[in-house]
């Protein structure tokens, strides 16, 4: 007959695993509260759009801002879109091209920067990067100037007035220029991750530049795609600026629209929630759809770059 024998803990021991069990307890405690008073802090202005876009304009005051309407209504959505909608057709048709554009040519610079470097290919980088940390306010006024002789050549070639400034190819022009400099670096830092040996083992195979790139190096750039998409079009829906001294009233994107949204005795502020609301929701439809790529590209490119 064979005898098992159980050890029992000392006493200290197992004091000691309880202290350590409710320690872990309590600070999993103050993490979820901190979380839940974060959530409320981000939600409260949320909260505050939701409730005053369902009011009636005799209801949506200042002064009355946190509490539930009294008649619920979606007259202001319907006024917010009707004002809104011509602005979200053209901020479409420059976030949606300009970010694709953008990531494509971001890639092709990050591609070569990182695998297929020249002499000189870090001061050409450097230089890239100095793009990002120009203001807007200092080329206000040579980007007119720029976008208004584009104007002129292409009206005396097509016979087309107005073709880039006062119009959205110039916007988006502008745009895509400006964002040259961080999806080159996002790119560049993530294609640093990519095996030098899975590069040579194409050049041996006999692929030359635009080969390895097309067959080796754009199957696995999904995760800086969503990166630079992400940031480009949400970067493209939410400018203002450019958009309010580059473009004409047939032009303006939803920005500048939304800010257009105003009485001239009296502030709508349903209609202006609304159209707040309205004017969010395609940047949220794209971190809903490529959000889960975002941070794994982001992280890949900012912890081996």
Known sequence: MT???????????????????????????VRLT???????????????????????LTEADPGRAWALPEVWTLQPWRVAWEKLAPGIWNSVLLAVPGA???????????YVLSKWRFPGADVLFTLFLFGMFIPYQGVMIPLVQLLVKFNEITQDLTGVPGVFYGAIPGLLLTHVVYGIPICTLIFRNYY?????????????????????????????????FAVVIIWQFTSMWNDFLFAVFLTGPQSWPTTVML???????????????????????????????????????????????
């Open 192 to 224: 640093v991750t990519i095996p030098d040996e899975l590069i040579e083992a194409a050049r041996v195979d006999g692929a030359g530049m635009l080969r390895t790139y097309r067959s080796v190096v754009l199957p696995v750039s999904g995760p800086a």
């Open 259 to 305: 800010n257009n949204i105003a009485g001239a005795q009296t502030v709508p502020y349903s209609q202006q929630m609304a159209a707040a609301l309205l004017a969010s929701v395609p940047t949220m439809v794209i971190y809903v759809l490529l959000g889960r790529f975002f941070m794994r590209g982001l992280m890949a490119g900012a912890l081996k770059g």
């Open 100 to 110: 694709l554009i953008s990531a494509a040519l971001g890639s092709m610079n990050g």
């Open 3 to 29: 005898v098992t024998e159980t050890r029992i803990p000392p006493a200290g021991a197992q004091a000691s695993g309880e202290r350590a069990r409710r320690r872990a307890g309590w600070t999993r405690g």
């Open 34 to 56: 901190l979380l839940v008073a974060f959530l409320v802090i981000f939600l409260i202005p949320v909260y505050v759009l939701l409730v005053t876009s369902f009011k009636p």
